[in-house]
């Protein structure tokens, strides 16, 4: 079992930044797609924005062009910058990665959940 460490959430009013990280801990053969996620109260999780192991990205249209998602695979780290934020941003935001351990089993881990609020 992997557990993501998420951090970086908290409250901001409308148009500010925020940037939230992704870790996975421990040794992995390999780390593949990385994604991020969000549930707002009432809603579905969806797919804010993906990255590949080697780089390619695609986004949500709600956030294309706001959001900006990269990664540092030295430090198997993810990130997500998000500026010019909306009070519609306001969710809990869900980090997920593909990870394939030294034992070559493939495994989808998520992390604990940050929460974005984003003030009007």
């Known amino acids: 079992q992997v557990q993501l460490v998420e951090s970086g959430g908290g409250s901001v009013q409308a148009g500010g930044s925020l940037r939230l990280s992704c870790r996975a801990p421990?040794?992995?053969?390999?780390?593949?797609?990385m994604a991020w996620y969000r549930q707002a109260p009432g809603k579905q999780r969806e797919l804010v924005a993906k990255i590949t192991s080697g780089g390619s990205t695609n986004y949500a249209d709600s956030v294309k062009g706001r959001f900006t998602i990269s990664r540092d695979n030295a430090k198997n780290t993810m990130y997500l910058q998000m500026n010019s934020l909306k009070p519609e941003d306001t969710a809990d935001y869900y980090c997920?990665?593909?990870?394939?351990?030294?034992?070559?089993?493939?495994?989808?881990?998520w992390g604990q959940g940050t929460q974005v609020t984003v003030s009007s």
């Open positions: 997920n990665s593909e990870v394939l351990l030294i034992s070559r089993s493939r495994i989808m881990a």
């Open positions: 421990g040794s992995f053969f390999s780390i593949n797609d």
